[in-house]
């Protein structure tokens, strides 16, 4: 998801091939997915179920962009827990919806302050550095250490 679309299938092969046999299936299944399983002939590959450019995050670090909609998820999560209601009348949904609108307006409103919206936490923060100390240099490394450098950072 950190090298460019172009290099997607190049690194996935590279690291594919560092894998022992017992993680074919998997493999297998990454592939026809996310990268697009090979044709029998010649050099082209398959459509996978989700493109590379769906999935590819490399612009998105490169500028300095969310890589995800967690944030979206978190305010999701947030006004469901305001609402608190499972299946809310219409009446109580527009006055939540309301309240949800009225702080987000004194949210901007400070942010035109001159006030910093709530920082991610350090740990984040940090991570978001290094990821983009590496993609930035990208262009400078061999492909195969760029991937070591961007495994040390990442955990499941």
Do not use: C
């Amino acid at each position: 998801a950190f090298v460019p679309v172009l290099d997607a299938i190049k690194a996935f092969n590279l690291i594919a091939d560092d894998f022992e046999d017992e993680v074919d299936d998997f493999l297998g299944y990454f592939e026809k997915i996310w990268i697009g399983k090979p044709e029998k002939r010649g050099t082209s590959r398959k459509k996978p179920l989700f493109p590379i450019e769906i999935w590819n995050v490399y612009d998105r670090a490169v500028a300095n962009l969310p890589r995800s909609n967690n944030s979206i998820e978190g305010w999701h999560n947030a006004f469901e827990k305001r609402v608190a209601i499972v299946h809310p009348t219409i009446t109580k949904l527009t006055e939540k919806i309301r309240r949800e609108q009225s702080k987000f307006e004194v949210d901007i409103a400070q942010i035109r302050q001159g006030q910093e919206p709530k920082p991610k936490k350090l740990k984040y923060r940090k991570l978001d550095e290094r990821i983009k100390r590496l993609v930035d240099d990208y262009e400078n490394v061999d492909l195969g250490e760029y991937l070591k450098g961007l495994a040390v950072n990442m955990s499941l």
